[in-house]
């Protein structure tokens, strides 16, 4: 069910090279002696950046509280991954850190308030997992932690404002949940909170501006979902809000600086490159311009000047390097310079300058390349 996608993409994987950014220069000056010139050259748009240690999809990256990038898990040859690695962006290399005691694929990752990150579930190519463990940047080690209540993947994570984490849906191995986790890092603990309206795994969860949790659509196990539902922290409860204007599963939804959340593609009756906007001060969904490509299992990523960079993912025939801006003003989407490589179910990481970090994926192989917008 949930591991369908994973299941279909092809196991191989494959190192690739990173591709060189200099040239030779040769002047003549005034005095007639030629001077040499080891130049570097300045790319606009995407740069090639150090190349993962691992092959990897469906992993998880987390921008830690120290700039650096902790990425997580996923598949290539493996079915599951326990190995762990982090880029540090001055000086744009990847290293090795801690492996997880657990291998998995499609988990979730967050940061806590502490600076730790929190991974939960998966699948480690055997079992959908309950296990959940703690990485602490301090000393790159892992240590586990309770476990939570039902096992899943392909669920979702979110950090509220009190500092809990809201872990929702997914698939078990033998049915879609509705069911709802609390873990509360001050004590180590989970506990259920209220249940969803809906069963649903690849849907989507953001934290608004309020508090709230906003999930929306996903797959119930026979169909897709327009629905969308909060989750008030307060309350620990769940209601319905206005359902979004086309069934999708495997998009995305992002917060824009103005509160509003745009989901953009994924599929439903088709492949999609619809996109909508919905706005919490008034529970409801409005179409938004159309992406140029129809998409789903791709990123995007709210830039520091508010516009929405999306990348990647798969239409209806190839794996896509083509990127979007879509400006809030106008609701317009603009096609950018594309990747260099074309991927999906890779991660997109907003750095601390502001720069966006794209790591692995697959495109008929597993790739380990990485590269800086």
Request: charged share 15%; net charge negative; glycine share 8%.
């Amino acid at each position: 069910m949930a591991d369908r996608l994973a299941d279909q993409l092809d196991s191989k994987s494959v190192t690739i090279p990173t591709p060189t950014s200099t040239y030779e220069k040769f002047n003549v000056d005034d005095s007639n002696e030629v001077k040499h010139e080891h130049i570097q050259m300045v790319f606009l748009g995407w740069l090639n950046t150090g190349s993962m240690n691992d092959a990897r999809y469906l992993h998880t990256a987390s921008v830690l509280t120290n700039g650096k990038v902790l990425v997580t898990g996923g598949q290539n040859d493996n079915p599951a991954l326990n190995s762990a690695e982090l880029y540090d962006p001055s000086t744009k290399t990847w290293s090795m850190t801690g492996s997880m005691n657990n291998a998995r694929r499609w988990h979730t990752a967050s940061v806590l308030i502490n600076g730790k990150v929190l991974v939960t579930g998966g699948y480690d190519g055997t079992s959908r997992l309950d296990s959940a463990e703690l990485y602490d940047p301090s000393t790159g080690t892992w240590t586990m932690t309770s476990k939570m209540n039902s096992a899943r993947e392909a669920h979702t994570a979110s950090v509220l404002a009190n500092g809990k984490v809201l872990v929702t849906g997914g698939y078990s191995g033998s049915s879609v949940l509705n069911t709802a986790d609390l873990y509360d890092l001050s004590t180590g603990t989970w506990t259920t909170t209220d249940s969803m309206n809906d069963t649903r795994y690849q849907h989507t969860a953001s934290v608004l501006k309020n508090g709230k949790v906003l999930v929306t659509g996903g797959h119930d196990g026979s169909s897709r979902l327009n629905s969308a539902e909060l989750y008030d922290p307060l309350t620990e409860t769940w209601a319905t809000t206005g359902n979004m204007n086309e069934t999708r599963n495997s998009h995305t939804a992002s917060v824009l600086i103005n509160g509003n959340v745009l989901v953009t593609g994924g599929v439903g009756i088709s492949f999609l490159n619809s996109a909508e906007l919905y706005d919490p001060s008034t529970e409801t969904w409005t179409t938004s311009g159309s992406m140029n490509d129809t998409r789903f299992l791709h990123t995007a990523s709210v830039l520091t000047n508010g516009k929405v960079l999306v990348t990647g993912g798969q239409s209806s025939a190839d794996y896509l390097n083509s990127v979007e801006l879509y400006d809030t003003s106008t609701e317009i989407w603009t096609t950018i310079v594309s990747m260099n490589y074309a991927r999906y179910v890779h991660t997109a990481s907003i750095l601390t300058n502001g720069h966006v970090l794209i790591s692995g994926g697959f495109s008929g192989i597993a790739i380990n390349s990485s590269e800086l917008y």
